[in-house]
């Protein structure tokens, strides 16, 4: 058996992964911009199974690369989700991240409020939603308390990054999304993650500028 020889160089390597993503994928009705991102979640993931379950509202690649061009905020459910995004390449645009999850009001209004931290944490920034895009990697009710807000007070952000983890209210928050008139990238079922949702997020970003590794 030959000796394996490993690359040193990243850009090099994530190449040669973008490759085998490419074959993996085979025939697919992605387009080419839909494909970056579906590419950066199975290149995070290591799971070619997310080709099969990535949905992306029809208008969700140019809302989301409007938003980012026009140096909207990108707000988190978890600070996860912010760690992983690329600040550095967001900037260009004049955007940044916010994740209110340890804002110090949170943990009380959300004893006095009886929900979730990630919950409140939307409902008392709730003004900061409109425009932005939302990116949950984490929490089912923090997509739950996005779409209130957008309902009921009619100013929906620009884009919902859906991408809530595990058994209980995940795969449901994420097809209640689906069935929204709101821009959304999301993945079927119990799967996600901050990872993913990160992922998604840097598509978009990479999409919108040009890249600095």
């Not at 494909?35 to 990535?54: A, N």
């Not at 209130?148 to 995940?170: D, H, M, N």
Request: proline fraction near 4%.
């Amino acid at each position: 058996m030959d000796e394996l020889q490993f690359l040193s160089d990243p850009q090099a390597i994530e190449h040669k992964s973008m490759e085998i993503i490419e074959q993996l994928l085979g025939e697919n009705s992605w387009s080419e911009a839909e494909k970056q991102v579906v590419k950066r979640v199975i290149h995070t993931t290591g799971d070619p199974e997310f080709g099969h379950i990535i949905r992306i509202h029809a208008e969700a690649l140019a809302a989301g690369i409007a938003a980012i061009r026009n140096g909207a905020q990108i707000i988190t459910d978890v600070e996860m989700v912010r760690a992983g995004i690329n600040k550095k390449n967001l900037a260009k645009a004049g955007g940044e991240v916010a994740c209110f999850l340890n804002d110090p009001e949170v943990a009380e209004k959300a004893r006095a409020w009886a929900i979730t931290r990630t919950m409140t944490a939307l409902r008392l920034h709730q003004t900061a939603i409109p425009g932005s895009i939302v990116a949950i990697g984490n929490a089912p009710t923090a997509l739950l308390e996005t779409l209130r807000l957008s309902r009921t007070t009619g100013q929906p952000p620009a884009l919902i990054v859906g991408c809530p983890v595990g058994f209980v209210g995940a795969a449901e928050s994420k097809e209640l999304l689906m069935q929204q008139d709101i821009p959304y990238i999301t993945v079927q079922g119990n799967k996600g993650g901050s990872s993913i949702a990160a992922a998604i997020v840097n598509a978009l970003i990479y999409l919108s500028v040009q890249r600095e590794f």
